[in-house]
């Protein structure tokens, strides 16, 4: 079992930044976490994965958000974050942390972000 809490979510006007962070009940490095990721539910859409990062560092983001966002970790803290810049409206949703953990998916409670224009 992996508890996932997240948290930094909140309101930032478009253009703004803010940094969410991603806290495991377990160690990060361990080696059965196949990676850890962020995604995010708009309302009234479906889930969409936006960042990736494995055990080795290797980082995958999805096409709208290369340049802006950037996905790292802090194995002492047993952390995730998400720094986000430039931020749009439309990337108003919750934003899920989420492990693979022995090939099962483990989540967060979310954390809201709200970007007004």
């Known amino acids: 079992q992996v508890q996932l809490v997240e948290s930094g979510g909140g309101l930032v006007q478009a253009g703004g930044s803010l940094r969410l962070s991603c806290t495991a009940s377990?160690?990060?490095?361990?080696?059965?976490?196949?990676?850890m990721a962020w995604y995010r539910q708009a309302p009234g859409k479906q889930r969409e994965l936006v960042a990736t990062i494995t055990n080795g560092g290797h980082t995958t983001y999805t096409d709208v958000v290369k340049g802006r966002f950037t996905i790292s970790r802090d194995n002492s803290k047993n952390t995730v974050y998400l720094e986000m810049n430039s931020l749009k409206p439309e990337e108003t949703a919750v934003y899920y942390c989420s492990a693979r953990y022995w090939l099962t998916d483990y989540w967060g409670q979310g954390t809201q972000v709200t970007v007004s224009s």
């Open positions: 377990i160690s990060i490095t361990d080696l059965n976490i196949n990676f």
